[in-house]
């Protein structure tokens, strides 16, 4: 390199150092608004300070049947813990809601019999709907896949008939499972457009089972998956059609977000 060229570049990079900006760490701090104080639950999975209880104790107050009038839900609570009646029908929350952080613990029972779709069927509706052909929404999977197999977008801990789970973290049968679930709802223009699609992330017993998982519609047993506008709805439990023995459910708590 010439000794002109060395000098030039030397000017350069003596500019360059002194065109740069030296920062304080204390520019890239803040400190308010504060994050507020939530106390967390004495055990893994109880409800933190802010949570809305939907089971505790004997109390089947904050759930309705899935029917247009509403009425009683016909599940059956005894000390603390929820069966479906599968004669009662779904149940839902008499509150709506919209984006939630939400912990549920379900229990296939260890004498249950059937395979496939029949096998300890229930579901978590993130938002349940009215359409015309029933109950409509969207479904996460609550199903027995230890040693069950089924199609797989239909299996436990996945977005019914959307995607399947990341993998499969069922428990044998006769064991309390958990599932935490980050939901957030679709959203819809004026119009009747979607504006944001609804996203599910969720943990099956701990385990990531779907990751920010972009849904691209409702999740109906036949047809392909369809958005129609609604704003704030209840959450929904699946009282399944199938033969096999009912599930239970605890400790189901909500936070809304
Ligand atoms: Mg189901």
Not at 129 to 156: C, F, H, P, R, W
Not at 159 to 168: D, E, F, G, R
Not at 178 to 196: H, L, M, N
Request: proline share 8%; hydrophobic share 30%; glycine share 10%.
């Amino acid at each position: 390199m010439k000794k002109k060229s060395i000098f030039f570049l030397c000017i350069l990079s003596f500019t360059a150092c002194i065109g740069q900006k030296k920062y304080d760490p204390k520019e890239t701090e803040y400190y308010s608004p504060v994050p507020r104080i939530v106390t967390p639950g004495k055990e893994a999975g109880q409800a933190p300070s802010d949570a809305i209880e939907l089971l505790i104790g004997n109390d089947l107050s904050q759930w309705e049947a899935n029917k247009p009038e509403g009425g009683p839900a016909g599940w059956i609570l005894e000390d603390g813990i929820m069966t479906v009646n599968k004669k009662a029908g779904d149940i839902r929350t008499k509150r709506k809601f919209t984006d939630f952080q939400l912990h549920l613990e379900y229990k296939i029972p260890n004498h249950i019999s059937g395979t496939g779709q029949a096998r300890g069927n229930s579901g978590l509706f993130l938002a349940s709907l009215e359409v015309k052909e029933g109950a409509g929404g969207y479904e996460l999977q609550i199903l027995d896949n230890y040693n069950n197999s089924t199609y797989v977008n239909g299996q436990a801990g996945s977005i019914y008939k959307q995607y399947p789970p990341l993998i499969n973290a069922c428990k044998p049968p006769g064991e309390w499972q958990t599932y935490d679930v980050i939901w957030k709802a679709p959203r819809f223009r004026a119009d009747g457009s979607v504006e944001s699609p609804g996203t599910i992330t969720a943990l099956h017993n701990g385990i990531l089972i779907q990751n920010n998982s972009i849904l691209k519609g409702d999740t109906p047993y036949t047809g392909p998956p369809v958005y129609r506008p609604h704003g704030a709805a209840p959450i929904r439990l699946q009282a399944h059609g199938d033969p096999s023995e009912p599930i239970s459910f605890k400790n189901i708590w909500v936070r809304e977000l």
